[in-house]
């Protein structure tokens, strides 16, 4: 924190600053309280995932809420987990926030003339808490801003008071200068399979992108690549300790060059957006992310609730289930899930496929199965991945459907194909030394001739739709077949 101010705030302050217009400079002090009040938020919500030991129904419910999150839930949750956890010596929100405070006179001026207005009665406090004033400041915005009621002349009645006491809570944030908004852009995995973590730190203004490794785990304490987290910084070691992640509701694009928060839309539904820019996105993985958060929040008997469901690779990897000629491999995927493409990076078997060849990136490309809907998303990759010939764009899904061509790295194309209620990828035409796969604990490379196909497993194959016997079904970490794990690197169980 720079001076107390977290970044993502800053961001926002930045542009109430530079703002000239009447109008607009009144509507930027309302979005930055607004900001503030989601991310001290969102603060408060990491913090109870990640330390909760019991169940807490009545912050469970107001969690919930943000299934729809207007400024109002936010206000709730904020105001519940500090009633709650607000007395830890380790929570992130400093208890100076919420306490009454008579020595900021700008803040308590413009609380009392912001509750005249909205009660039309005289208010006369001597005293007012940070919060409450946020508070009162998101009841005005609901009031005028969201109704599109602004005009001029209310604009100029409140804009002197409305900058000056943003300015003071700005300045009486008092979050600790060793605690910092990291967020982590790569992870490298070490010969003695360790975890380096690359971060950028926003700690620092402007922000700083960290060379050398943040921090260094095992796989139980490994972090998730493009998550946010609030960490501590050890200045002498220079190293970084992350308390929690505060992700899905709080999240930075990489490519933006902006934070985004969740944010309920003008059609009432999810969306998230940057107060720095104004930009609004709806990227299906982060709603999926959150619809992670809300099912275990949902089924949970009392147990930890563990932080947002990650949409990343499924931990089994591929399995050689026909060792004749073209090879057939199968590859598990869960709805909702995806599987990961790349070149192998040193002995790197992190990738469900990885390929060995220069035009690949480490991490190429990823495919995600929705319901029955196959799609593709290229991973920012340097020489990019196209389908039916065209390049798609980075970080965006594709719908796949069977007949496509999909060319990785312009170097392999698979035919995307619709088998029976099953999808798979065929080698179409192979350009590349080979590619490699897990089978149980070796890795077995191979030369992907014309023919090969890797089969997108889900919950259950039939195999007697595909000429053989019984049901493969995906249980737990295990394929089996009758109910037996199944020996898929000896058995043809598909006749093909």
């Not at 169940?55 to 105001?79: A, C, Q, T």
């Not at 609004?280 to 949970?300: C, Q």
């Not at 039916?388 to 990785?408: A, C, M, R, S």
Request: a positive charge.
């Amino acid at each position: 924190m720079k001076g107390g101010i977290p970044y993502p705030i800053y961001e926002s302050y930045r542009n109430l600053r530079q703002r000239e217009e009447i109008v607009e400079a009144h509507n930027f002090c309302i979005y930055t309280a607004e900001l503030i009040i989601k991310f001290l938020a969102s603060l408060a919500i990491g913090y109870y995932l990640h330390k909760r030991k019991e169940k807490h129904p009545s912050i469970d419910k107001e969690l919930l809420s943000l299934k729809r999150p207007s400024l109002g839930n936010w206000i709730s949750i904020l105001r519940k987990i500090n009633t709650i956890y607000g007395k830890d010596e380790d929570f992130p929100i400093p208890s100076s926030i919420f306490r009454n405070r008579s020595d900021l006179p700008q803040i308590v001026d413009a609380y009392n003339h912001l509750r005249e207005y909205l009660t039309k009665k005289p208010s006369k406090n001597t005293s007012v808490s940070i919060f409450e004033f946020l508070e009162t400041v998101g009841t005005y915005r609901n009031r005028t801003l969201a109704h599109g009621t602004v005009t001029k002349s209310l604009a100029e009645k409140f804009l002197k008071t409305l900058q000056k006491s943003i300015s003071t809570v700005m300045e009486n944030l008092d979050l600790e200068a060793e605690k910092r908004v990291i967020y982590i852009r790569r992870i490298e995995v070490t010969e003695d399979d360790l975890y380096e973590h690359y971060i950028i730190d926003f700690g620092e203004i402007p922000p700083v992108t960290v060379i050398e490794p943040a921090f260094i785990t095992q796989e139980k304490d490994r972090k998730k690549k493009d998550e946010v987290y609030f960490a501590i910084k050890n200045e002498q070691k220079e190293t970084y300790e992350p308390l929690f992640r505060i992700s899905p509701f709080f999240i930075y694009s990489e490519r933006e060059k902006c934070f985004f928060v969740l944010n309920l839309s003008r059609e009432k539904e999810i969306e998230f957006i940057s107060y720095a820019t104004g930009k609004r996105i709806k990227p299906d993985r982060l709603k999926e992310k959150l619809d992670g958060v809300f099912s275990t929040i949902e089924g949970n008997s009392g147990a930890s609730i563990k932080p947002p469901i990650k949409i990343t690779t499924f931990p089994i990897k591929p399995l050689l289930i026909k060792q004749s000629k073209p090879p057939c491999f199968i590859v598990p995927i869960k709805r909702g899930r995806s599987i990961s493409l790349g070149n192998i990076a040193r002995n790197d078997t992190k990738n469900t496929i990885s390929f060995r060849f220069p035009g690949i990136s480490r991490k190429h490309c990823e495919i995600i199965l929705k319901e029955n809907t196959l799609l593709i998303k290229d991973l920012g990759s340097k020489n990019g991945t196209k389908l039916n010939e065209k390049y798609i764009e980075p970080g965006f899904e594709q719908v796949l459907h069977d007949g496509d061509k999909l060319t990785i790295g312009g170097v392999v194309t698979f035919k995307v194909r619709y088998y029976k209620g099953i999808w798979l990828l065929e080698v179409d035409h192979p350009q590349i030394q080979g590619f490699q796969a897990m089978l149980k604990e070796e890795v077995v490379k191979l030369l992907p001739e014309v023919g090969t196909k890797i089969f997108l497993f889900t919950d259950s194959i039939n195999l007697e739709e595909c000429g053989g016997k019984g049901v493969l079904k995906l249980e737990g970490n295990k394929i089996c077949h009758e109910g037996v794990e199944a020996n898929l690197a000896s058995i043809d169980y598909i006749d093909l």
